[in-house]
């Protein structure tokens, strides 16, 4: 008998192999439903894992973090190399360091020891291209959705006329202001114009998630990363155009700049536009209305 004839699988074995591989499969497919429906816990299914017989032990880290209520595809990358855990590593196979610092994030991270009932709202950040309508889209929220609240900036310049400390901004002095830096109050900051800082206070945020309110943080890119860095289980939502073409009409049909400036925004917003994939979710700005809509739609969602 040749040496290929006699490491050949038998067909009955093969059929058997066909069979578990199927019905392994599908098991796991069942865990991730109970996962994302909330019906097993994380921490429930990262022990089942410990079972080389449980269909957890063979589940893909990759798979398990998806399941969750707090990671997208654009976060669950920065969690693995947070945690120093491969893609390829399956729950079953991590070492006890890596299911140890699994186990942290899940309680630090997640909350998955409340209910949903219990659960505070995310803070939803949207940012986009320049021109894409951020400003418009959340002034409508606040003008149409009250149970939202928006995020208050604190900045070092003087109040203008008809502004109201606390509803426009918080107006601080520039002493104020480092040491809100220092004492890491402060989610994100920049200086615009080579002049007067701005900053998002994490206090007030915090506050309105204690009471039950969801937050929309409108801000560029940038800042969105810093708040990202600062607040993992933030959730990004990215404002985009319908079309290129539709954001360069907008932009030139506002009049508000001159051809070169126009000219360098659009450069920038080719890059802008590029970025995301950084984040959960993508809303198009097709209509004010509906991109509203869409993002309070993600806004309450736990």
């Given at each position: ?8 699988m038998?067909?009955v ?6 069979k ?12 991730k ?17 410990t079972?080389p017989?449980s269909a957890?032990?063979?589940l ?12 997208g ?6 969690i ?6 491969s ?5 079953g196979?991590?070492g006890?360091?890596?299911?140890k610092?699994?186990?942290q994030y899940l309680?630090?991270?997640l ?7 219990d659960?505070?709202?995310r803070l939803?950040v949207l940012a986009g ?8 889209v959340?002034?409508?929220?606040r003008?149409h959705?009250?149970?939202i ?7 070092t ?5 008809g502004?109201v ?10 002493a104020e202001f ?7 109050e402060?989610l994100?900051y ?6 007067y ?7 007030p ?6 009471r039950?309110r969801?937050?929309?943080l409108?801000?560029d890119?940038?800042?969105a990363?810093?708040?990202r860095?600062a ?7 990215f ?5 290129w ?5 907008r ?6 700049e001159?051809a070169?400036e126009?000219?360098?925004r ?9 970025s ?5 979710h993508?809303?198009?700005?097709d ?5 509203a ?7 309450k969602?736990l």
């Open positions: 008998m040749s040496a290929a004839k006699s490491s050949a038998p067909e074995d093969r059929i058997a192999a066909n578990a591989a199927i019905a392994a499969r599908q098991a796991r497919a069942a865990l439903a109970q996962l994302r429906d909330g019906v097993l816990s994380p921490e429930d299914a990262l022990t089942l894992s079972d017989s957890a032990h063979t893909r880290v990759t798979d398990f973090l998806l399941c969750l209520p707090a990671v595809v654009a976060k669950m990358p920065r693995l190399e947070q945690l120093e855990i893609d390829k590593k399956r729950l196979g991590l006890v360091h890596q299911r610092r699994l186990e309680r630090s991270r909350a998955t020891k409340g209910t949903k009932k659960a505070r709202p939803t291209p320049t021109a894409v309508g951020k400003g418009t959340a002034t409508y929220i003008e959705y009250p149970e609240a928006l995020s208050v900036s604190a900045t310049r003087a109040p203008r006329p502004e400390e606390g509803k426009h901004y918080y107006f601080v002095t520039d480092d040491r809100m830096i220092a004492e890491g402060l994100e920049a200086t615009v114009h080579n002049a800082r701005y900053g998002t206070p994490r206090g945020i915090e506050e309105s998630s204690r039950g969801p937050v929309l409108e801000i890119l940038q800042g990363r810093q708040v860095d607040m993992p289980d933030a959730r990004l939502v404002l985009a155009p319908p079309s073409d539709e954001l360069v009409s932009l030139v049909g506002r009049g508000t001159s070169e126009q000219e360098r659009l450069t920038t917003a080719k890059v802008e536009l590029a995301q994939n950084e984040f959960d993508v809303v198009i700005n209509t004010v209305e509906r991109a809509e869409s993002v309070v739609h993600l806004m969602q």
